[in-house]
């Protein structure tokens, strides 16, 4: 039996999670349901000479954050629906400067208060359009604490590799869940770490001059190369610019990092899927009532499966389509009124066969509430 | 090292009006790191959104221009992470204290070692001219046509009662007074406040008839005084100028040294 075994909640899967990757700093402010990420890792992170601070707000512990990763730090923050409002103008401002971290938001009802201590998946499009402009984001989701483990290690190792905030959309049954976690050997997860210049000291770097692979390799603030960030357009120093061809190719380059890159990013479960007629497409919490209802019917004969998304942003749209080319129908099975319903029916070929299996009362969606959906696409009546 | 050598002289001349106070105040911001000797490599300046935040632009540092009325909390993030650097915060009067004004009154609470720079002119310059919090009641401006209502923050007051260790008031006619003051609250051990009343002749002197950048200069000798002058005494209406705070307290990087230090041998032991 493995040494690393432990019985845990999902909330402290992310911390270990995160610490297995790297985390070093942690800036946060307490809400629902997500405080026990901050409650943990303001003992845990002391004792590897990591720092904690707990900020007077949503929006300075964002970007407290950024400026801890500019100083070379593995960076995190968590919160849940207000407080992921509060940081969104933060987190544009570290999509535009380049800036790695990663924001665990475990989801609650909404909109605003909502309904703290109750589950939700509301905030999948906030995740993706949350701060204005144009912009590109990652954002990954686990089922079980075995995954979300795995998915806080790839959320940092992804802020790295794209210089790119990354979101974690937890939700509140799985924070808040208990389970088994194993925790892997050191060595056993690839770990990225920061990418950084081998432009030595007096020669001119240009911190946003990216290689050949579209990496910009960084300097640490306190380092020998002094540059200057800002959330301005700016020149491959980092000065301000408002030169047309220069905000054209930093727009485009800040999204093509990482919509080119989907399928490096893609992450995803498959579950009786194979000859699967009927597919229920799911994540996080929900999926785990789709892949037990799937798993039950499956043994009375019906052809159903489950593919459970792990990566939301950029929406995997070429492997929805060609895993649900040949499902007779496909139900989306959510907590929301349908947000990723709309990019399954965006990216199969039959969207009228798409349907939306959900729940939005703060309960969380059962077996039986998706067969019931079922029964009525099947024709097997109510 | 010269002066010229912690500019970065490529991007002169400044974006600032003429007759803005904010080029004295790098003028004078430059010679007190001169003094020190301070490394450039571990100054970091870390500015929100304004006229005074394009000051991060014009130094040879580490710069980081960030959100309006942020730059506190991006601060933070810097200091903490890194205690050995210098870390300095220019903000204009309404991104300290009118959407920065929660990040300025914990970073005092903390008592964690930075330095703020309060360029106060009074006014939001770079939107064209609305009032801050700063501006104080029967002020003109874009946004108050039939006079402000709105009373102001005294910056003085607020940060000793928040807690700032280091405190001070100057004005941008009295440069070597700021040079002074800089580099005695870059010194300092702890949250330092350096409010520095800078004119606007562009929207603050246009719309308050307080003349041009002279005039408004000469306004500045003549309406304050140094704290504990006689001029003070017999005209208590002026507004002093002088080092208000300057003690000790715990500072946050070092204490949260000595959590770091606690937890590393409880886990062990």
Same mark, same amino acid.
């Given at each position: 039996?493995?040494?690393?075994?432990?019985?845990?909640?999902?909330?402290?899967?992310?911390?270990?999670?995160?610490?297995?990757?790297?985390?070093?700093?942690?800036?946060?402010?307490?809400?629902?349901?997500?405080?026990?990420?901050?409650?943990?890792?303001?003992?845990?992170?002391?004792?590897?000479?990591?720092?904690?601070?707990?900020?007077?707000?949503?929006?300075?512990?964002?970007?407290?954050?950024?400026?801890?990763?500019?100083?070379?730090?593995?960076?995190?923050?968590?919160?849940?629906?207000?407080?992921?409002?509060?940081?969104?103008?933060?987190?544009?401002?570290?999509?535009?400067?380049?800036?790695?971290?990663?924001?665990?938001?475990?989801?609650?009802?909404?909109?605003?208060?909502?309904?703290?201590?109750?589950?939700?998946?509301?905030?999948?499009?906030?995740?993706?359009?949350?701060?204005?402009?144009?912009?590109?984001?990652?954002?990954?989701?686990?089922?079980?604490?075995?995954?979300?483990?795995?998915?806080?290690?790839?959320?940092?190792?992804?802020?790295?590799?794209?210089?790119?905030?990354?979101?974690?959309?937890?939700?509140?049954?799985?924070?808040?869940? /208990?389970? $088994?976690?194993?925790?892997?050997?050191?060595? =056993? %997860?690839?770990?990225?770490?920061?990418?950084? !210049?081998?432009?030595? +000291?007096?020669?001119?770097?240009?911190?946003?001059?990216?290689?050949?692979?579209?990496?910009?390799?960084?300097?640490?603030?306190?380092?020998?190369?002094?540059?200057?960030?800002?959330?301005?357009?700016?020149?491959?120093?980092?000065?301000?610019?408002?030169?047309?061809?220069?905000?054209?190719?930093?727009?485009?380059?800040?999204?093509?990092?990482?919509?080119?890159?989907?399928?490096?990013?893609?992450?995803?479960?498959?579950?009786?899927?194979?000859?699967?007629?009927?597919?229920?497409?799911?994540?996080?919490?929900?999926?785990?009532?789709?892949?037990?209802?799937?798993?039950?019917? /499956?043994? $009375?004969?019906?052809?159903?499966?489950?593919? =459970? %998304?792990?990566?939301?942003?950029?929406?995997? !749209?070429?492997?929805? +389509?060609?895993?649900?080319?040949?499902?007779?129908?496909?139900?989306?099975?959510?907590?929301?009124?349908?947000?990723?319903?709309?990019?399954?029916?965006?990216?199969?070929?039959?969207?009228?066969?798409?349907?939306?299996?959900?729940?939005?009362?703060?309960?969380?969606?059962?077996?039986?509430?998706?067969?019931?959906?079922?029964?009525?696409?099947?024709?097997?009546?109510? | 090292?010269?002066?010229?050598?912690?500019?970065?002289?490529?991007?002169?001349?400044?974006?600032?009006?003429?007759?803005?106070?904010?080029?004295?105040?790098?003028?004078?911001?430059?010679?007190?790191?001169?003094?020190?000797?301070?490394?450039?490599?571990?100054?970091?300046?870390?500015?929100?959104?304004?006229?005074?935040?394009?000051?991060?632009?014009?130094?040879?540092?580490?710069?980081?221009?960030?959100?309006?009325?942020?730059?506190?909390?991006?601060?933070?993030?810097?200091?903490?992470?890194?205690?050995?650097?210098?870390?300095?915060?220019?903000?204009?009067?309404?991104?300290?204290?009118?959407?920065?004004?929660?990040?300025?009154?914990?970073?005092?609470?903390?008592?964690?070692?930075?330095?703020?720079?309060?360029?106060?002119?009074?006014?939001?310059?770079?939107?064209?001219?609305?009032?801050?919090?700063?501006?104080?009641?029967?002020?003109?401006?874009?946004?108050?046509?039939?006079?402000?209502?709105?009373?102001?923050?005294?910056?003085?007051?607020?940060?000793?009662?928040?807690?700032?260790?280091?405190?001070?008031?100057?004005?941008?006619?009295?440069?070597?007074?700021?040079?002074?003051?800089?580099?005695?609250?870059?010194?300092?051990?702890?949250?330092?406040?350096?409010?520095?009343?800078?004119?606007?002749?562009?929207?603050?002197?246009?719309?308050?008839?307080?003349?041009?950048?002279?005039?408004?200069?000469?306004?500045?000798?003549?309406?304050?005084?140094?704290?504990?002058?006689?001029?003070?005494?017999?005209?208590?209406?002026?507004?002093?100028?002088?080092?208000?705070?300057?003690?000790?307290?715990?500072?946050?990087?070092?204490?949260?040294?000595?959590?770091?230090?606690?937890?590393?041998?409880?886990?062990?032991?």
């Amino acid at each position: 039996m493995p040494k690393n075994i432990r019985f845990v909640q999902g909330n402290e899967a992310c911390v270990e999670g995160a610490l297995y990757a790297g985390l070093d700093f942690y800036a946060g402010y307490p809400i629902t349901p997500s405080t026990e990420i901050a409650e943990q890792l303001s003992q845990r992170l002391p004792e590897i000479g990591g720092k904690f601070i707990q900020m007077e707000d949503e929006i300075a512990s964002m970007c407290a954050i950024i400026g801890a990763s500019l100083t070379g730090k593995k960076v995190m923050t968590a919160t849940s629906g207000p407080g992921f409002s509060l940081k969104q103008e933060a987190i544009g401002y570290a999509c535009m400067t380049e800036i790695p971290c990663v924001i665990a938001n475990v989801q609650r009802g909404g909109p605003s208060t909502g309904n703290p201590t109750h589950v939700s998946q509301g905030d999948i499009n906030q995740a993706r359009w949350g701060t204005h402009g144009d912009h590109a984001i990652i954002a990954l989701t686990a089922s079980n604490h075995q995954d979300v483990f795995k998915m806080t290690v790839d959320a940092f190792n992804m802020a790295e590799t794209y210089r790119t905030p990354v979101i974690l959309l937890f939700d509140e049954a799985v924070g808040h869940m /208990r389970e $088994k976690l194993i925790i892997p050997e050191k060595g =056993e %997860l690839e770990i990225v770490d920061r990418l950084r !210049t081998a432009v030595a +000291k007096d020669v001119d770097y240009h911190p946003y001059l990216p290689r050949e692979d579209g990496r910009l390799p960084m300097s640490d603030f306190g380092a020998e190369h002094r540059y200057n960030v800002t959330g301005l357009f700016h020149d491959m120093w980092g000065f301000p610019s408002n030169n047309p061809k220069i905000v054209n190719e930093l727009l485009r380059h800040l999204v093509d990092k990482i919509e080119n890159n989907v399928q490096a990013i893609t992450r995803y479960k498959e579950h009786c899927l194979e000859d699967a007629e009927y597919i229920l497409v799911s994540y996080g919490s929900s999926a785990r009532s789709a892949i037990h209802l799937a798993q039950n019917r /499956r043994n $009375k004969g019906e052809k159903i499966g489950v593919l =459970e %998304l792990q990566s939301l942003w950029p929406f995997p !749209t070429e492997l929805v +389509k060609e895993k649900c080319s040949d499902a007779k129908a496909v139900l989306v099975v959510e907590m929301n009124m349908g947000q990723v319903l709309t990019q399954v029916k965006a990216a199969v070929k039959s969207p009228d066969r798409v349907f939306l299996a959900n729940r939005i009362d703060g309960q969380l969606i059962t077996p039986s509430n998706i067969k019931q959906l079922l029964r009525v696409i099947q024709g097997r009546g109510v | 090292m010269a002066v010229q050598d912690y500019l970065r002289q490529r991007f002169f001349p400044h974006m600032w009006c003429p007759g803005c106070g904010h080029g004295t105040i790098l003028n004078a911001l430059i010679h007190s790191i001169e003094e020190l000797k301070l490394n450039k490599n571990e100054i970091v300046m870390v500015s929100g959104i304004g006229c005074s935040a394009r000051i991060s632009g014009y130094v040879d540092f580490h710069s980081l221009h960030t959100l309006h009325g942020r730059a506190l909390a991006f601060a933070t993030g810097v200091k903490l992470s890194r205690p050995h650097l210098n870390v300095l915060v220019p903000m204009g009067d309404g991104d300290a204290l009118a959407i920065g004004g929660n990040h300025f009154i914990h970073a005092a609470r903390r008592n964690i070692d930075i330095t703020a720079i309060v360029m106060n002119n009074r006014i939001y310059g770079m939107t064209g001219g609305q009032f801050s919090p700063l501006s104080g009641p029967g002020v003109k401006a874009t946004t108050a046509p039939y006079k402000t209502i709105d009373s102001s923050f005294d910056v003085v007051e607020l940060a000793k009662a928040a807690g700032a260790t280091f405190v001070a008031r100057t004005t941008a006619f009295h440069v070597k007074e700021c040079t002074e003051m800089l580099t005695k609250a870059i010194l300092h051990k702890g949250f330092s406040v350096v409010e520095i009343m800078s004119q606007c002749p562009t929207h603050f002197g246009r719309k308050n008839k307080e003349g041009d950048a002279v005039n408004m200069l000469g306004l500045y000798k003549d309406n304050t005084a140094k704290l504990g002058s006689k001029a003070l005494e017999e005209k208590p209406h002026l507004i002093p100028r002088g080092i208000f705070v300057e003690k000790e307290r715990p500072e946050y990087c070092e204490e949260y040294d000595k959590i770091i230090a606690y937890a590393m041998k409880e886990k062990i032991s």
